[in-house]
């Protein structure tokens, strides 16, 4: 079909001989007739020589030929239709462009070269209308609209994927999530840009891919065991449902919700933390009377040989060595004990702020490590035992030390804070006193930062001067067992931050009074289910020049004290052991001879140095305490001041 400016004469024209040639050109000519869309021809001037249909109501086909085919299209399009046009005539390029007609309708424009040898001396128009299908665009934008809107409320991520594995749909929460936008990730593969590794770190090959084989198997897949890669790289865990969706039996697509388990997972990773403390503290708990006992008897011994040869004889030197090991030994099983049942903390409401000054400056005295502290005057009142938060401080700021051997700064820092369970710690919401202890040492590395709360870990050197590994693990019990928590971030090679969460107290509960009398008798009931224990201290006991009866059992001492009280014959003190195994222990026993009699004056003695009934003595009718094993002079300043001041 030949197009010139005369139309319809060219169109009738037979370009070549050949009745074929009469018939393609009778049926090209009906197509253009007839087309449901407007065909448009235009020449290289842009104006119109050949038209089907009137593009607009009011119009006829014979009046528009030979107008600007531009002025057929909507002011705001105009522009962009001559570019096309030109680049048509000039470049031999097809185009196209959708525009808004009158009644809301709506049409693609398609425009193609029509060309006579090399050269494109047409142009034709093909104007389809395309409503209806705009319509439906605008429908689904719409419904996409109310999706997102309605999943961006929810809870969980959720992304759909097509059934070529393409993403199709993804709401604002797995935008965030992820960091990519759904106009990024439209069309996209999701395993290729954000779930292509496993949790080892190890690649996970497209084949493999769980959430992908839905697509092909059909079956819903379950995971708490997925991580997921964000725009920037970074990696997180999450829990994963993927569910097929059939049409006509067939399946159409996959959703997938997930949800970061950030928090689950190191919520997970401090109750297996906990689970390993208190593993400790049950064997803690359970070897610590015995092995207490033990030393008692050892340290007593050898105390008494040592009082009974001259300073100088060789001898004496060695039982003194003997009797520091034994303090190391005593030092470490107190340490042990703080893993136990029987070390819970005895706490008194006060300030914190000099207690963190004073425990800092006293463990750095001598290094050549500054103290920065930010202590504001506002912080909160915490209830504490102020021993074990002193043995935190001091343990965290001496590792601080040993971190920066060349020197540094430990910067010390304290705020109000209010958390709120999104946190991530395993602690309940309100208000709390953080404390921050940041080094300028070496760093942890990644693979150690992650075990430093466990029992028996250190990077040091094992023995009595070394390390025990038990550092870090007291200090995460103590803060366990105040209803606080600890952590730890460091880079490697940048230094190491570790923070402390207390409880906030807003009311300081008074103390306890307890009985303080004085007298000057001599006569000591000692009571202690252990025969080796008795035997070395009532030698002690008969050294200092009182007189002494014993008692294996609480009921036996009871009977012994209310025998001498009847004959006019009571005893001055009592030394009772806590813990008896099968019998009357000594807060028991106290509470029966205080009701024979009043003034009944006692001393508690244990290897659980840490118990309440140790270290509030006087709430449980005791005068004073000594923990096992305890040397000759401590065990004589007890009966001292309990007999005479």
Known sequence: MRLTEQGDAD??????????????????????????????IVDRDLRIVRINRPPHPGLSSETLVGTDAVLQLPGECRE?????????????????????????????????????????????????DVTERKKAEDALRESEKKLRDITSHMGEALYVLDAEGHISFMNPVAEKLLGWSMQEMAGKNAHDLFHNCNPDGSRLPFEDCPIRKVLDNGRQFVSSDEVFVRKDGTVFPVSVIASPITEDGKIAATVTAFRDITDMKRLEQELSKVQKLESVGVLAGGIAHDFNNLLQAILGHISMASMSISSNNQAYGQLRKAEEAIEMARDLSFRLLTFSKGGEPLKQVTSIAEMIRQTVTLSLSGANVAAEFSLPDDLHLVEVDEGQIRQVLSNLTLN???????????TIEAENVQLHGREGLPVREGAYLHIVLRDSGRGIEPETLQRIFDPYFSTKKMGAEKGMGLGLSICHSIMKKHGGVITAESVYGRGSAFHLYLPAAFEAEGSRPGPKRTAARKKILFMDDDPRVRYIVIEIIKHFGYDVEIAEKG??????????LTADSAFDAVILDLTVPGGMGGDVTMNKLREIDPGARGIISSGYADSPVMKDFMAYGFSGAIAKPYKIDELREALHKLLYD
Do not use: N
């Open 11 to 40: 169109m009738d024209e037979q370009a070549t001989g050949g009745h074929g040639v009469l018939i393609c050109e009778d049926i090209l000519k009906t197509q253009f007739e007839y087309s449901p869309d407007i065909i448009i």
């Open 80 to 128: 962009e239709g001559q570019r096309l046009l030109r680049a048509c005539f000039e470049a031999g390029l097809a185009g196209s462009i959708e525009h808004a007609v009158p009644d809301d309708g709506w049409r693609h424009s398609r425009i193609v070269p029509l060309k006579h040898g090399d050269v494109t001396s047409h142009a034709m128009i093909i104007c389809s």
């Open 400 to 410: 601080a030390k040993e971190a920066m051997p060349d020197g540094g700064t430990l």
């Open 555 to 564: 009921e036996e001492a009871v009977e012994l004290y209310r025998k001498a």
